[in-house]
Antibody
């Protein structure tokens, strides 16, 4: 069974940092692009970033460029999102998803940016 | 960025009746490889989104055949042939061709 499990969310002050992790199982992790998508409370879905199978290509939505970094460790079947200089508007549930087309999704990890 | 315009934003359907959601995009989603990268997702209440349809019309594993997708270029439709109670939630389209990827606003389906 394909499974994605996010962790690392929590409450952080504006300007702070967090690192999200996504542990994958049940599929050949290293063969797929991986994606982060977020959802602010009561709002729709927003694509955040994705990363190629070997990590050689990474793309971001403009609002997080220069602040967030997506990475992966294929040996550990894990995806990461390093989030720096966090803003109140980054408050959201962050989902990892398999594939460039978001074929399967994790349960999400809540990030709250507040003073 | 590619704008994804979903309509309607909400609909109320009697069980057993059909439903249809439109997604219009500001740019073509046809790739040079011949594929069109348009996806449909359903987010049931309190759950993560789940993929229903990929590349316009291909049903994802385990998706009932009452769900179907159609369209081309910039104009796409998700149809549910006979709505069931378990179909409630918010439906999103997403384009997978241009960066950044973008989602529609979402269409909330409720049962009458």
């Amino acid at each position: 069974e394909v499974q994605l499990v996010e962790s690392g969310g929590g409450l952080v002050q504006p300007g702070g940092s967090l690192r999200l992790s996504c542990a994958a199982s049940g599929f050949s992790f290293g063969s797929y692009w991986m994606t982060w998508v977020r959802q602010a409370p009561g709002k729709g879905l927003e694509w955040v970033a994705n990363i190629k199978q070997d990590g050689s290509e990474k793309y971001y939505v403009d609002s997080v460029k220069g602040r967030f970094t997506i990475s992966r460790d294929n040996a550990k079947s894990s995806l990461y999102l390093q989030m720096n200089s966090l803003r109140v508007e980054d408050t959201a549930v962050y989902y990892c998803a398999s594939g460039s087309g978001c074929y399967t999704w994790g349960q999400g990890s809540l990030v709250t940016v507040s003073s | 960025d590619v704008v994804m315009a979903q309509t309607p934003l909400s609909l109320s359907v009697t069980p057993g009746q059909p439903a249809s959601i439109s997604c219009k995009t500001s740019q073509s989603l046809l790739h040079s490889d011949g594929k069109t990268y348009l996806y449909w997702y359903l987010q049931k209440p309190g759950q993560s989104p789940q993929l229903l349809i990929y590349e316009v019309s291909s049903r994802f594993s385990g998706v009932p055949d009452r769900f179907s997708g159609s369209g081309s270029g910039t104009d796409f439709t998700l149809k549910i042939s006979r709505v069931e109670a378990e179909d409630v939630g918010v439906y999103y389209c997403m384009q997978g061709l241009h960066l950044p990827r973008t989602f529609g606003q979402g269409t909330k389906l409720e049962i009458k």
